[in-house]
């Protein structure tokens, strides 16, 4: 009889899906928990030092060295003059990181709309234009500011592991309470059919009320095999 010969694997795979399943649920929970996280950052930054471009243009005394001093998680600040299509250093503080001979997509679009990314280094590039009293955009300030923390994915880590010591431990009982006794029922049934004794100590609970009836099934085919051969014999 091979009609529970998947039912091993099929014992392993049910807690291996769901493991899978909880698994990569964790991970896309994180994973926008943290763009959600990155997308807030980056808005708060990309304001303040649009209000500080505003300010600037506004010709209000503010200084590089001032609006620093508002923040202190910002690395570098420079501001650019826009003149003649081209970008000129004016003035910075702190760790410039700024070409203006060639500068990046990301400066150029900045003089029309506040700009934000992510450095390679993971900090963040901030840009926005510099206005004057007629409207017009007279430069950009530029700013590295230092990214906040994410979410630590050492503790994705952790759950997902204890994600898969419970299918693990799952598909062990199952294998154990299911697989094991049932294995024991086809070899009670195919005992009956030879006539061999069966026994019932590899049944669980949760296969005992089967167990009991295979069990009963078997001798009742034994006994039934058994008067016609001693009937013969009188």
Not at 165 to 184: F, N, Q, S, T
Request: proline share 4%.
């Amino acid at each position: 009889m091979q009609i529970f010969k998947h039912l091993r694997f099929n014992c392993w795979l049910v807690p291996l899906m769901l493991v899978g399943c909880a698994a990569g649920g964790i991970v896309a929970v994180h994973v926008a928990v943290d763009v959600r996280a990155c997308a807030r950052e980056a808005a708060v930054l990309t304001a303040a030092l649009a209000e500080g471009g505003r300010r600037l243009g506004e010709l209000r005394g503010d200084t590089l060295s001032s609006l620093r001093g508002i923040d202190v998680g910002w690395v570098g600040l420079t501001r650019l003059t826009w003149r003649d299509e081209r970008f000129r250093s004016e003035s910075s503080i702190g760790v410039p990181d700024i070409d203006a001979a060639m500068p990046m997509p990301e400066l150029v679009s900045a003089v029309h709309a506040p700009q934000s990314w992510r450095r390679d280094d993971g900090d963040w590039g901030i840009a926005a234009p510099i206005v004057g009293a007629d409207g017009l955009a007279t430069g950009v300030l530029v700013g590295r500011h230092v990214a906040g923390a994410t979410p630590a994915w050492d503790v994705v880590a952790v759950a997902v592991g204890l994600v898969v010591a419970l299918g693990v431990a799952l598909g062990g009982y199952l294998v154990r309470h299911l697989h094991r006794p049932v294995e024991a029922l086809q070899r009670a049934a195919e005992s009956a059919m030879t006539g061999e004794p069966t026994d019932a100590r590899d049944a669980s609970e949760e296969t005992s009320a089967c167990a009991s009836a295979v069990h009963a099934l078997a001798e009742r085919y034994r006994s039934s095999r058994a008067t016609p051969a001693r009937a013969v014999e009188d």
